[in-house]
């Protein structure tokens, strides 16, 4: 596609439940990345995938988050046990490389009640 | 550990004004430094990109400046439209801490017509 997907764009849950959230990056696009971004703050680094590896994972707040894009591609984020913190919208960027500019999906809102 | 602030928070002018963001870095040792655009309820869209070597960025009335050593960037808008009302975040890419990006809290943009 011409850009960035995540999918779902919306997503309720209750609390402890299990959620995954998809984002398809940019064809070619080597890097991509997760952030996380609550009301009225900028977005806040999870992770850093180069290819298959996650070259930084030093964001994810906790053992709950997972993330992995086993074919260097699609990469899935997994939140386990959600808590009501969780709630937030998560972006996913990707970028040709890893010092080249980054373009943005349009997120998935995740609220967790 | 990386702090990147903006000023001011918050800014309303009327059309046509020429107007100037700050954004401050606390780290110097930067690969690169990203201004983006966010539209209520919308991802982020890229405005420019200046690599730590470079001093300026320019595309249509937009021009970014770096200043490396100070920690300092501003992004002028020229001839400002109602177009142009968003939220305006600036983040830097660090060399220390991996590949992830830091980012500023953001300044909203209110352009009157």
């Known amino acids: 596609g011409a850009g960035v997907s995540q999918t779902p764009s919306n997503k309720v849950t209750e609390k402890g439940k299990y959620v995954e959230l998809r984002c398809d990056p940019i064809?070619?696009?080597?890097?991509l990345y997760w952030y996380r971004q609550s009301l009225g703050q900028g977005p806040e680094f999870l992770i850093y995938f180069q290819g298959t590896g996650a070259a930084d994972d030093s964001g994810l707040p906790n053992d709950r988050f997972f993330a992995v894009r086993p074919e260097g591609s699609v990469s899935t984020l997994k939140i386990q046990r959600t808590e009501r913190g969780d709630s937030a919208v998560y972006l996913c960027?990707?970028?040709?490389?890893?010092?080249?500019?980054?373009?943005f999906g349009p997120g998935t809102r995740l609220t967790v009640l | 550990k990386q702090e990147v602030t903006q000023i001011p928070a918050a800014l309303s002018v009327p059309e046509g004004e020429n107007l100037v963001l700050n954004c401050s870095f606390t780290d110097s040792a930067i690969y690169n430094l990203q201004w983006f655009r966010q539209d209520p309820g919308k991802g982020l869209t890229s405005l420019l990109l200046?690599?730590?070597?470079?001093r300026e960025q320019t595309s249509g009335r937009l021009n970014a400046s770096l200043d490396k050593s100070s920690g300092r960037s501003t992004l002028y808008i020229a001839a400002s439209q109602p177009g142009d009302s968003a939220t305006y975040l600036c983040a830097v890419r660090q060399v220390d801490y991996g590949q992830n990006f830091v980012f500023g809290p953001g300044t909203r943009l209110s352009v009157l017509p």
């Open positions: 200046i690599q730590s070597s470079q």
């Open positions: 960027a990707s970028s040709l490389s890893g010092n080249n500019e980054q373009f």
């Open positions: 064809s070619g696009h080597t890097a």
